[in-house]
C-alpha cells in the first residue's frame, strides 16, 4: 500500500490491484472519523483496460456498518473479480488513513546540522520557494500584472529582467476579475515577452467566491492533480472574506496556504489612508505582515501620459536572508483599435504589456536612493562608463543628496567584487557568469 498526504487530500493505492482510493472533507472527532471516499480500480474487460470509478460516498471510518455496506457495494461491482479482497484492501486503506491524518508532519530528529542551507526560489530572487509571499501595492500601481508576469515566466521558464523561473504549474485564483479579463491580460503579457505562440498557456485559471479556507478542499485538489507549484491569490481582502483585521481569519487564510505545500504569492491592497497622508501600509490587520515570510511594496513613482508606468519593487521583510536592493521596472500598456460587431463601433483594447528594467538615467532618485553605495556606483559606471574617482564621487553625492568623502568612496570599492580602481579610474570588473542558484 502506497500513502500520500497533501493539502487536504490522502491518496491510498494499492499498486498489485490497481486500485486507488481518495479521501477528501476529512473529519476527525471523538466521536467519529467521517471522509469523502472516491474509489478507483483498473479492470480488463476483454482485451480493453480502463480505470472505472466504483463508489463515491461519505463514510464514517469508525462506524463497522458503514464499513460493512461499502465492502458489500464494491464487491458487487465486481464480482467478476475475485483477486479484489475489498474486506482486506478497506481495512487496510481506512487504518492507513487514520494514522496519517492523525499523524500530521512527522517530526524530524535534528541530528545532523548544515552551517548554511540555501533558499530555493520559484522566482530568482524574488518569491522563495514552497512559503508564502505577499506583494501589496496601492490601486493603479500594475500589481497584478506583476502577478501575472511571475505565472508565465514559471509556465516558460523565462530567463528575464534580471529574473530566473525554473519551469512549474502556475495557479491563478482570482477574487477580482473575470475570466475574460484575464484572458486577455495574459495574451497582452506574453505578447508584451515576444513569446512564440502566445495565444497558448499552461496556466490554470480559477474564478473564486468566498474565502481562501471555505474553498481549500477544491483548490487542495487542483493542486494535486494538476501538480501546481505556484499560486498567486489575487487578492487578500477578498480571499479573507472581507475581514482583514480579524487575526483568527488572517490565521486561518494562511494556514490554508501551508496546507497547500507550494510557493503563493498573495497581492493586496495599501490602506486608503495613505491616499490623503501619503503614508502607505498594507491594507488591514499587521498579521499579514508577521506571517508572511517574504514582502514586498511595488510603488508607482511615475506615470507617463503615453500609457507607461514606472514602478519600483521594494523588498520589505525577508525571514532568515537580507532584503533584496529594490528593482525598478517600466511597464508600456499598448493599445489597439478593433471594430466590436455587437455596437456596430471600433472601441481600444489592451494589446501588449511590455516590462523593462528601469535603467540609471530613467529612475526616480527615491528608487536610488534606497540602493547601496556600491549598487549606485556600479549603475553610474554601467551608464556612463568607466569614470574618475572624483566624478563618480559627485554623482553618488548627487543621488544620495549628501556629502561622500573619498575614504568613504575607496571603501565602498574596495569592498566590491565588482568595482576596482585603476590609478584615479573606476571601472566595473569583468565578472564570471553568474553564480547559478540552487532554482529547482
Known sequence: MEIEHRGTVI?????????????????DKDEYFKAELTIKAELTMGD????????????????PYDKSKLIDTLQKATEEYPYLSWGNLITDAFNGIMDKKRE????????ELDDFTPRTYA????????????????????????????????????????????????????????????????????????IQNPETSGIYYKKMMGSLASNIEGISRTVIDKDITY???????????????????VEDYFSALRI?????????????????????SIHGSAFKYNRSRQVYELKKIQEADSGELQVVLYHRKSNDSGNK?????????????NYNQYEDDYEKHLDKVVFETLGLGDADNELLRTMTLGEI??????????????????????IKDNDISDDVIKRTIENSNMLKLEGDTVTLVQLQEEKQWDVN
Open 11 to 27: 491518496d491510498i493505492r494499492f499498486p498489485e490491484e490497481k486500485v486507488h482510493i481518495r479521501a477528501e472533507r476529512i473529519r
Open 48 to 63: 480493453v483496460s480502463r480505470t472505472v470509478q466504483l463508489d463515491r460516498s461519505n463514510v464514517d471510518m469508525l462506524e
Open 104 to 111: 500530521g508532519i512527522p517530526a524530524e530528529l535534528m541530528d
Open 123 to 194: 522566482v530568482y530572487p524574488l518569491f522563495v520557494r514552497g512559503v508564502a509571499n505577499l506583494m501589496w501595492a496601492p490601486g493603479g500601481s500594475a500589481k497584478s500584472y506583476f502577478a501575472l508576469l511571475s505565472c508565465v515566466m514559471v509556465d516558460r521558464g523565462i530567463n528575464e529582467f534580471g529574473l530566473r523561473a525554473p519551469k512549474g504549474n502556475a495557479l491563478y485564483l482570482d477574487w477580482e476579475e473575470e475570466p475574460d479579463v484575464f484572458r486577455q491580460r495574459l495574451l497582452a503579457v506574453q505578447r508584451g515577452l515576444n
Open 231 to 249: 499560486v498567486v491569490v489575487d487578492s487578500v481582502g477578498a480571499a479573507l472574506g472581507g475581514n482583514g483585521i480579524d487575526q483568527q481569519v
Open 260 to 280: 497547500l505545500g507550494v510557493t503563493s504569492v498573495s497581492i493586496d491592497h495599501a490602506n486608503r489612508a495613505g491616499e490623503t497622508t501619503g503614508n502607505w
Open 325 to 337: 536592493s529594490p528593482r525598478g521596472f517600466k511597464v508600456k500598456f499598448e493599445m489597439k483599435e
Open 377 to 398: 556606483c556600479r549603475e553610474l559606471i554601467k551608464t556612463n562608463g568607466p569614470s574618475h574617482i572624483d566624478s563618480l564621487r559627485s554623482g553618488v553625492a548627487i
